[in-house]
């Protein structure tokens, strides 16, 4: 095998390979495009965890609460949630339906503190005959 002792000559011509500036340029608007439609999507997931984020109360536990007394009475009611959903109000209205002891209780809640807020409202028939009674016209 034979090696050479001297290094090839360069030839007069110089070849060097490289990006053109113009490359470069279309290179770097792609990777920008394509971060900006990254961090969008980013974005958008965080919005959308956010308003799920928030607590929707209706007027199920209300209903709940009241379905464990044994005993009604005609009148109307309202309140807040305290601590439980700081920022929503109910109101709750009680009226004897037959005089066997059934009553509709009509509910609603809204929250105070945002006006744009959707009004949760719910009926419900509740049977207790232990109640006490008015005589119905």
Not at 109 to 117: E, L
């Amino acid at each position: 095998m034979r090696v050479p002792l001297h290094p090839p000559e360069p030839s007069s011509r110089r070849e060097v390979e490289a990006f053109t500036l113009i490359e470069v340029v279309v290179a770097g608007a792609v990777l920008a495009i394509s971060l900006m439609g990254i961090l969008l999507m980013c974005s958008t997931g965080i919005r959308t965890a956010r308003a799920l984020d928030r607590v929707h109360v209706d007027a199920s536990s209300l209903a709940a609460e009241l379905s464990l007394t044994n005993r009604l009475e005609e009148g109307f009611d309202a309140g807040d949630f305290g601590d439980v959903h700081p920022g929503y109000a109910w109101r709750r209205e009680i009226i004897q339906v037959q005089t066997n002891g059934l009553f509709r209780v009509d509910f609603a809640v809204w929250s105070a503190s945002d006006p744009s807020a959707t009004e949760s409202k719910m009926s419900v028939l509740l049977y207790r005959p232990e109640s006490v009674q008015r005589q119905l016209r």
